[in-house]
T-cell receptor, first 113, second 116 residues
Framework: AQTVTQSQPEMSVQEAETVTLSCTYD???????LFWYKQPPSRQMILVIR??????QNATENRFSVNFQKAAKSFSLKISDSQLGDTAMYFC??????????FGKGTRLHILP | GAVVSQHPSRVICKSGTSVKIECRSL??????MFWYRQFPKQSLMLMAT?????????EQGVEKDKFLINHASLTLSTLTVTSAHPEDSSFYIC????????????FGSGTQLSVL
């Protein structure tokens, strides 16, 4: 069975700084997808970024980028120039080819003014 | 706009009653939908996979008689919490995958269930 581990329950960073959220996972599959989702106080799940396991190039979306290390089964999220609106719960997630998605326990990120 | 609609957003019910939550894909067909449960300050836990035209697949530890899932059409899945008790109070979220090849997973806005 797949597992997703987020070792940082909570983090705080000053506005405009860069922050990295860690995520490791375990799977025996070779093809899969990895995601970072943001859940603000509204509790709506918002996709931040996705990575296909077969792609070596790290995904980027504006201020968000990932460091995907397939052999190490690591998938960290870097937020550059952090903004107050980035304050939220961030979940790392693994999706197998049957579309079933497993979430990590989350990291609560506070961006301080 | 939202591609997955979930209703109601909030429901309060008395202990012993049943509550139905709907999840609709708005402009695409979803043969599979997923139901999650989230306790305060915790992660989303997969409860079951809803399959159109066949029985739902439940995760280990989830009572199928307590959480009835019906995937009535290619755009609608319902979760019924039967004989609800206070411990069933939680935030329930559905999701549906869309696309082939590059699949995207869309989430409903969630339902906060409070059982008195």
């Amino acid at each position: 069975a797949q597992t997703v581990t987020q070792s940082q329950p909570e983090m705080s960073v000053q506005e405009a700084e860069t922050v990295t959220l860690s995520c490791t996972y375990d799977t025996s599959e070779n093809n899969y997808y990895l995601f970072w989702y943001k859940q603000p106080p509204s509790r709506q799940m918002i996709l931040v970024i996705r990575q296909e396991a077969y792609k070596q190039q790290n995904a980027t979306e504006n201020r968000f980028s990932v460091n995907f290390q397939k052999a190490a089964k690591s998938f960290s999220l870097k937020i550059s120039d952090s903004q107050l609106g980035d304050t939220a719960m961030y979940f790392c997630a693994f999706m197998s080819l049957d579309d079933k998605i497993i979430f990590g326990k989350g990291t609560r990120l506070h961006i301080l003014p | 706009g939202a591609v997955v609609s979930q209703h109601p957003s909030r429901v309060i019910c008395k202990s012993g009653t049943s509550v139905k939550i709907e999840c609709r894909s708005l402009d695409f067909q979803a043969t599979t939908m997923f139901w999650y449960r989230q306790f305060p300050k915790q992660s989303l836990m997969l409860m079951a996979t809803s399959n159109e035209g066949s029985k739902a697949t439940y995760e280990q530890g989830v009572e199928k008689d307590k959480f009835l899932i019906n995937h009535a059409s290619l755009t609608l899945s319902t979760l019924t919490v039967t004989s609800a008790h206070p411990e069933d109070s939680s935030f329930y979220i559905c999701s549906a995958p869309r696309g082939q090849g590059v699949v995207k997973l869309f989430f409903g806005s969630g339902t906060q269930l409070s059982v008195l």
